[in-house]
């Protein structure tokens, strides 16, 4: 079992940058697919960024290339999720999800059904 607990959400104006934390209850390090998901109200869940744990390689959806930046601390077992010139539209519930068997490289472009563990979301919200 792994238990995950994000944080780190809030409002902010355009433009602004938050940093997204989630902290993982065991060693995900030896090869997990990490991620991040979000829903805006009304909408779908949608990939943000994945990270392998073993290697650090990442994928992102093209809405956050150049914006979001994935990453993770493994001595402190902690993904990160860096955002920067936050819009309006990144307005949503952010999630963590983890998982051992998921394709990493592909799961971005998903909704996240294949990650077996989640945390409970942070809001985030981006005003105009």
């Known amino acids: 079992q792994v238990q995950l607990v994000e944080s780190g959400g809030g409002s902010v104006q355009a433009g602004g940058s938050l940093r997204l934390s989630c902290a993982a209850s065991?060693?995900?390090?030896?090869?997990?697919?990490m991620g991040w998901f979000r829903q805006a109200p009304g909408k779908e869940r949608e990939g943000v960024a994945t990270?392998?744990?073993?290697?650090?390689?990442?994928s992102y959806a093209d809405s956050v290339k150049g914006r979001f930046t994935i990453s993770q601390d493994k001595a402190e077992n902690t993904l990160y999720l860096q955002m920067n010139s936050l819009k309006p539209e990144d307005t949503a519930i952010y999630y963590c999800?983890?998982?051992?068997?998921?394709?990493?490289?592909?799961?971005?472009?998903?909704?996240?059904?294949?990650?077996?563990?989640w945390g409970a979301g942070t809001q985030v919200t981006v005003s105009s």
């Open positions: 999800a983890a998982d051992p068997w998921v394709r990493c490289g592909t799961a971005v472009a998903g909704r996240g059904a294949d990650f077996g563990y």
């Open positions: 065991r060693y995900t390090y030896i090869g997990y697919c």
């Open positions: 990270l392998y744990t073993y290697d650090g390689r990442t």
